[in-house]
């Protein structure tokens, strides 16, 4: 464990691009176009690595096998994480049997620097659903 950070996370400014979770999950014999497309996947990634939170492959716990890719992408909207994705060859080779996307807020942790709430009350309205809510008044604005 490191202990390098101090005790409470500092408060950061949020991201300003949207982020999507990217989550493909492998397909039944993925590891043979999985060592084919390597390099060009490796080559996609590298060359855009900037839009990447983190990336990686994934494994069931305690696993060996690769069963899929997760990534953390900046995009403009969906849309745009979309067009990133299709120009990956593990995308396009169609290795991965699912591939889903969910908008992603990078609220805390070691590569966002801290934490992007300043109090609970500052927050509290999207634990209840989202900007719109407003519980305080009991009801939506």
């Not at 500092?10 to 084919?36: I, N, W, Y």
């Not at 049997?97 to 969910?102: D, G, L, Q, S, V």
């Not at 805390?108 to 407003?134: C, F, L, M």
Request: aromatic share 8%; with cysteine.
């Amino acid at each position: 464990m490191n202990t390098d950070f101090p005790q409470e996370p500092p408060h950061v400014s949020r991201l300003e691009q949207k982020c999507f979770l990217v989550t493909c999950r492998d397909g039944q014999g993925s590891a043979a176009p999985r060592a084919e497309h390597l390099a060009g996947h490796l080559h996609h990634v590298e060359a855009h690595w900037t839009r990447y939170v983190t990336a990686g492959p994934i494994r069931e716990p305690g696993g060996e096998a690769l069963v899929g890719s997760v990534f953390l992408v900046l995009a403009d909207d969906l849309a745009d994480a979309k067009a990133l994705m299709e120009g990956d060859p593990y995308i396009t080779c169609g290795m991965y049997e699912t591939i889903e996307y969910k908008e992603f807020s990078n609220s805390i942790g070691q590569y966002i620097g801290g934490k992007i709430w300043e109090s609970v009350d500052a927050i509290a309205h999207r634990a209840a659903g989202g900007p719109t809510n407003d519980l305080s008044k009991g009801v939506a604005s």
